[in-house]
């Protein structure tokens, strides 16, 4: 019994091992490309736990990732070891993502994420106003980590690989839970699962915290990875949309939808935008803040088959 | 006999209509009663302020010694207060077997998912619905619908089941089979009350009689006298009916 537990939960892990071994000695450009599949599968997931199988669309992700980005930056400025700072970066979005629940979960489907937008905003502003600590809009530098075993690139590889691992495992083990029922109960009728018994401001609170847990300690890792950061690229709204946009590529709700959704996200991103326009990430922000706010019946409705069922949706529509 | 259920004085106003004006109402433990009143009569507006899906203006409701009108609707259930939807509420992409699994495991009191879903299992087979488990609950017919609410209610293991109008919608076939079903859970010993537009479910089934009208509770008592009631007759049943109940000797 505890095995047949215990032996998928691992797997991740073990994935996860291998592909360190095998991508740690090839070329920086793949390592670099690996390094992001990995934050972008662990922001997917992440991500998919209160926006795909909670149902709350969250675009606080960027907030999260600002948060633990600048806790880490600040606690290893004050001498905090790197695994403190990216510590501090999980728990402080946690704590934060608890606070901030009861303000706002309690608000429905396109009400929730509005209000869930306004976050990184008044966190941005924040940053920038508060230069003693942040160094405002400036930025701030953040002290290189001490390896001994890895280069530079192999440890944020092996730490963005960890937190995707992690992230699966994580989502492995609320898909088997309770909260996981609790949650698909909330996507799919709120007021029915209130009438059956579910706790469901707990289990939304929940929800939200191990949601901003896994994005605070990406952008804590983030953060030392890329040793410099301002307030206008942790907090940048494509923070919030890039995940939304792999778990509708890859399928809402699903537990590996969002992983399959990241690796076709990076590759549409190396092989067709990097050499466009910077608009074209504005124009597809748009087309996520839209398709959550307007698609009939919320995100619910793509539900583990992502994007690819949009066209039966809408004709299905009224 | 103490009260399982306990209204006093309850009122509930939505903008300027008074939908529920000072009900007060007792239910024993055990007890069947049918809840009768025509369309708007604020039928369902008492059962949404019981179950917490809606805060009385004023007015106390105690259930089982607890008071319970500002209670969330979340611990109303796990108290063992259950009720289903004239409008079905199911979980749509759920299976019908998980629908029910999950009424067991929070309101059920179930000690894990496992367990939920056997006693799951139990419900469906008693409400007749184990060849629909595999389906999505959003599959079924309106017949088999109103029949997961039932069995999801039945998982709350609840003291007070409120059934409103289980059979509106249905055909005469599936409103016997429905009958079956709701005089089986009535044997079970827990303490109903049923809403209803068909008598012949009523008067089968329960023994008291409450008649809403208008949000006020206009009778109460025994089925014989409240249907022979002159205000009841007047505001309700009409002419017609009470002399077809009187010649038939009820
Ligand atoms: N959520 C609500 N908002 C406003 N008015 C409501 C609401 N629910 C019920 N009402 C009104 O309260 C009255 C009683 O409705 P209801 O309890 O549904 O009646 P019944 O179930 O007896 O047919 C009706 O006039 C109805 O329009
Ligand atoms: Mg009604």
Request: glycine residues 10%; aromatic residues 8%.
């Given at each position: 019994m505890m095995l047949r537990i215990a032996l998928p939960l691992a797997l991740p892990f073990a994935i996860v091992a291998v592909a360190f071994v095998l991508l740690s000695q090839t070329d920086a450009y793949i390592i670099r490309l690996a390094t992001t599949f990995g934050m972008y599968a662990a922001l997917a997931l992440a991500w998919n736990i209160i926006g795909g199988i909670a149902g709350y669309p969250s675009f606080a992700t960027a907030a999260f990732f600002g948060l633990g980005a600048y806790v880490t930056a600040v606690a290893q400025n004050l001498g905090a070891p790197l695994l403190v700072g990216v510590g501090l970066a999980g728990a402080g979005a946690a704590l934060f993502a608890g606070l901030l629940g009861s303000a706002i979960l309690h608000l429905r489907g396109?009400?929730?994420?509005?209000?869930?937008?306004?976050?990184?905003?008044?966190?941005?502003?924040?940053?920038?106003?508060?230069?003693?600590?942040?160094?405002?809009?400036?930025?701030?530098?953040?002290?290189?980590?001490?390896?001994?075993?890895?280069?530079?690139?192999?440890?944020?590889?092996?730490?963005?690989?960890?937190?995707?691992?992690?992230?699966?495992?994580?989502?492995?083990?609320?898909?088997?839970?309770?909260?996981?029922?609790?949650?698909?109960?909330?996507?799919?009728?709120?007021?029915?699962?209130?009438?059956?018994?579910?706790?469901?401001?707990?289990?939304?609170?929940?929800?939200?915290?191990?949601?901003?847990?896994?994005?605070?300690?990406?952008?804590?890792?983030?953060?030392?990875?890329?040793?410099?950061?301002?307030?206008?690229?942790?907090?940048?709204?494509?923070?919030?949309?890039?995940?939304?946009?792999?778990?509708?590529?890859?399928?809402?709700?699903?537990?590996?939808?969002p992983v399959l959704g990241a690796f076709a996200y990076l590759l549409l991103e190396e092989l067709l935008w990097r050499n466009l326009l910077e608009f074209h990430a504005g124009i597809l922000g748009l087309l996520v803040v839209l398709l959550v706010l307007f698609l009939p019946g919320g995100l619910s409705q793509i539900r583990g088959v992502g994007l690819v069922s949009l066209p039966k949706i809408w004709r299905r529509a009224p | 006999m103490t009260a399982l259920l306990e209204l006093k004085g309850v009122t509930k106003r939505f903008r300027g209509l008074e939908a529920l004006s000072d009900i007060n109402l007792s239910l024993k433990s055990g007890e069947i009663v049918g809840l009768i009143g025509p369309n708007g009569a604020g039928k369902t507006t008492l059962v949404n302020v019981i179950t917490g899906v809606h805060t009385a203006d004023a007015g106390s409701i105690t259930f089982n010694g607890a008071p319970i009108a500002h209670m969330r609707r979340d611990r109303i259930a796990r108290l063992g207060v259950a009720r289903t939807f004239q409008v079905v509420q199911p979980f749509p992409a759920m299976t019908v077997l998980e629908n029910v699994t999950a009424a067991a495991l929070f309101g059920g009191g179930a000690a894990s998912i496992a367990e939920a879903r056997d006693a799951a299992a139990h419900h469906l087979a008693f409400c007749g619905l184990t060849d629909q488990a595999g389906k999505p609950a959003a599959n079924l017919t309106l017949a088999g619908r109103k029949r997961l609410e039932l069995a999801k209610s039945l998982a709350l293991r609840p003291k007070l089941l409120m059934l409103d109008e289980v059979n509106a919608g249905l055909n005469p076939a599936e409103v016997d089979a429905a009958l079956e079903l709701i005089t089986r859970i009535a044997a079970q010993g827990a303490t109903i009350l049923l809403i209803e537009h068909l008598m012949k479910v009523v008067t089968r089934t329960a023994r008291r009689l409450v008649v809403l009208h208008h949000g006020k509770l206009i009778a109460d008592g025994p089925v014989a006298s409240v249907l022979s009631d002159e205000t009841v007759v007047e505001a309700y049943l009409g002419r017609r009916y009470a002399e077809r109940m009187a010649g038939a000797g009820i």
């Open positions: 396109k009400y929730f994420a509005i209000a869930s937008l306004v976050i990184a905003e008044v966190l941005r502003e924040l940053t920038n106003s508060w230069t003693s600590v942040t160094g405002g809009g400036m930025g701030i530098n953040l002290p290189l980590a001490k390896t001994t075993l890895l280069t530079q690139p192999q440890l944020y590889l092996a730490a963005m690989l960890f937190l995707a691992a992690a992230a699966t495992s994580a989502s492995m083990l609320i898909d088997r839970s309770r909260l996981g029922v609790a949650l698909r109960c909330i996507a799919q009728n709120e007021d029915a699962a209130q009438i059956i018994g579910v706790d469901t401001r707990m289990a939304k609170t929940w929800a939200f915290v191990i949601s901003s847990l896994f994005i605070g300690l990406v952008g804590g890792v983030y953060a030392s990875w890329v040793t410099y950061i301002d307030p206008t690229d942790v907090y940048d709204g494509a923070m919030s949309v890039k995940p939304i946009l792999m778990a509708l590529l890859g399928g809402v709700g699903s537990v590996f939808g | -």
